[in-house]
């Protein structure tokens, strides 16, 4: 049995309709882009001094419909950078879901339940499938197409298209 | 129907959705929902708020060469977000998309000509049986043209310049019968807002909606684009509407033609139906800070109201701004320290507003006249509201935060009722 860790960490738990603008604020990105300078802010309106909190590989875990509304990237990558490994979620807004696969974030979709914080989670791929354990509790999340999975195992849409010079399906 | 479709048609296996219709012609395969697909877009649009990003991954795909996009008459860029309020950072951010736009003989829409999505309807190229793409959620608006919209991100635009091309997996779709027609003071808007209501922000998620239904003959195109644009409220890909005489008589006026109609087959397969009669719809609002937080108006407690927003892709055309001056002129006024502020949501709205003396008439009022774009929409530029300040807004979210202060709260209803309210300085009754 092949077992591969893809993201490992401690869980931060939110709710449902977790939109981009609770990420990171529109606002705040006209000043940058820099995911360095915008990471500080990720949360704010919900949830001051999440940044300031985190400690070490994170893994997010949320309800419905995770990363709804506007479409900005950033509110991927200002993630990734803050130390976010990986996010579970009992679904994700398609435009958040794709913008993670092009950049290499993971995400794991199924319904966690209770949670508590600080749970140690890992995201494994066990015999090709995603797996997801958290803490005593193994669950198994939607499986990706082969073509996002192929995607989002590159690194993203960078490395993909930089690998292939185009897409391949 | 064209020889394309006919002779697909022929090789499938089942009938298909307009939205498997529409992504298999931008495949040039015959797809049905799940499958995952190569598309090429006919336009690909971005604005000042995706496009540096874009460039960034772009520059990392050609590992740090420039060129031009892989079919520059495809792109266009729209800079709608930020303007001179914006500070300079967001000036040095337009800046870049301004120049590489001019450098490669992109389609550049500049500041103060109007949002994106609205310039892609008004200036053809939103048409039938066309794959249209924006850096932008809203993107979904183009729906209404019978093509599909939707939104991506930065990467995906990269993507696109890089070799024109992005993935798409193809939806399913709910369909959405629409059945009578409007009591006076109800619109799109409330429709939208019932949706959400009665789906909820994540009811589409990953779907298609498809209107249709006797209903959709009442439906001017204004209409159809405010359901289109707002599908992506309730999680869908897209919000997809038919060919008609409506649509047709549409593209006559703007000059478009020479498009592919493309029909849902009769007995394609919806995974839900959802039927509506909007005669017996009451005018709706959704309360803070979730979109599909949707009570009738009548049964919201009496709020009062500090600023009126009638603006936006959603609620800044020239109807909406037509139907909330009847309103606001048959009362003869403003009600006291309330602030209405007006973004019409592209310059070719605006120069119809000065040619019928709406603008005068607005500024008459007192009301405050803002630049074509999406202004104070997203707290990128315009006026910031103050903090415990309340918003209503003719818009398409009240999230917390979204016009730029945790501490404001927002409204959404349609342009007649956020006029309204702008009489009374308040909405909803006493208890
Ligand atoms: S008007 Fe608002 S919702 Fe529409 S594109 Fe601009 S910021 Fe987005």
Redesign the interface.
Known sequence: MSDETLARGKVRVFG??I?T??IV???R?????DPDLLRHHIFE??CAGFYEELEGPTILVAG??FG???????A?TVLQRAGIEAVVAT?????FK??AI??GLLLCEVDAGEVPEDTPARVCLRDGALALELGERLLSPAQL?A??LD?LRSG???PY??RN???Q? | MNDEFRHEENDMPRPRTMAEKLLSRAANRPLVAGE???CKPDYAMGTD??I??AL??LG??L?GHERGPFAPDRVVFALD??DST??A??LL?QARARDYAQAHAITLFDVGDGIGHQLMMERGHAAPGRLLVG???HATSYGAFNCFGT??????L??IL??G???L?VPSSIRIVLDGQFAPGVGAKDVALYLARTLD??GA??KALEFTGPGLANLDMDDRIVLANMSVEL?A?AGLFPHDAVLAQHLDEIGVDGVTAVTADPDAPYVHTLTVDIGRLRPQIALPH?VDNVIDLADAPRTRVDVVYLGTCTGGRLRDYAEALEILTAAGRIARDVQVIVTPASRSIREAMERTGMIEQFRGLGAQLESPGCGAC????GP?PAANQKIISSAN?N????M?N?DAEIYLASPVSCARAAVEGAFGQEA
């Open positions: 449902d309709d939109n603008d609770y604020p529109s606002h990105k006209k000043r940058t882009i309106d919900i419905r419909n709804c509304g506007s479409a900005m990237e950033i991927v679904s994700f807004a398609r435009t794709r913008n092009n950049n197409p073509f996002m995607i993203g849409l960078v298209l930089r010079g185009g897409f399906i | 995952v697909a190569v708020g995706s540096p990003m960034d991954y990392e795909m590992e977000h930020y914006s500070g950072g967001a951010l850096a932008d959620s939104g991506i991100g930065s990467s995906d990269a993507g890089f070799c091309a992005l993935w997996e922000a994540g998620t990953y999680g890909k979730r997203c707290g990128t530029c910031i979210r999230f917390r935060g979204r730029g945790a």
